[in-house]
């Protein structure tokens, strides 16, 4: 059996994407992406709401044209993988954080853009 790294998400930007550039050149801009899912719980009367949120590290032409046209709110489906990123925080603590490593997003909040797609090799 293969093994099977995929994450579908759709959610709305908490923060508007940063754009940085590697050593190497390459663009890579992160975005936090909160997702939310309501549910029944057996104590309360009205639907529950739990809201997840997720780091998203998008590269290149798809991570410039992420860094153009989405802001704080716009809403977006994901598609990609989940990696692990270690690295010491400023007290020398070890942390551990995931992050979803785009490979196609869609751009869902803006009607003019409804059908917009960009994936690894830039806009499509």
């Known amino acids: 059996m293969t093994d099977v790294n995929k994450i579908l998400l759709i959610g709305r930007l908490g923060t508007d994407p940063v ?18 899912r309501r549910f029944k719980s057996a104590e309360a009367e009205e639907p529950m709401r739990e809201t997840q949120w997720h780091n998203i590290v998008a590269w290149g032409k798809q991570g410039e044209a992420c860094a153009q ?5 716009s809403s977006v489906f994901i ?12 007290e020398g603590a070890k942390r551990v954080s995931f992050e979803v490593h785009a490979q196609h997003v869609n751009f869902l909040g803006s009607k003019s853009r409804q059908t917009d797609q960009i994936d690894e090799q830039g806009l499509h």
């Open 19 to 36: 754009q940085r550039t590697t050593k190497n050149g390459s663009p890579v801009v992160h975005f936090s992406l909160a997702t939310s």
């Open 69 to 73: 046209y989405l802001k704080k709110g």
């Open 79 to 90: 598609e990609g993988v989940v990696k692990t990123r270690k690295y010491e925080d400023k």
